[in-house]
């Protein structure tokens, strides 16, 4: 049997649902600890979060078939509304 994701649900809007959350959670962390100079290390992260998920995409449209079409319809890809 094979599953689909409903379009009506709240997560059909972006594309890799994992990594919001590892930005949220990135987010948090240092908020949640105190750890303030932790903050710093945001920007970096995130940064690398979006070239593993550029080259990721690139990787899945070259191999799985269908994938490039899904990329199409679903526009953002890490927060809704913004990319």
């Known amino acids: 049997m094979r599953r689909r994701s409903s379009p009506r649900a709240p997560t059909a809007s972006f594309a890799t649902r994992c990594n919001t959350g590892t930005l949220l959670m990135g987010l948090a962390t240092p908020l949640v600890l ?8 945001l920007p970096p992260g995130w940064m690398l979060l979006v070239v593993r998920i550029v080259a990721e995409e690139r990787l ?23 990319w």
């Open 34 to 41: 105190g750890s303030y100079w932790a903050l710093l290390l």
């Open 60 to 82: 899945l449209s070259d191999r799985l078939r269908g994938y490039a079409a899904y990329l199409r319809r679903t526009r953002a890809r890490l927060i809704p509304g913004v």
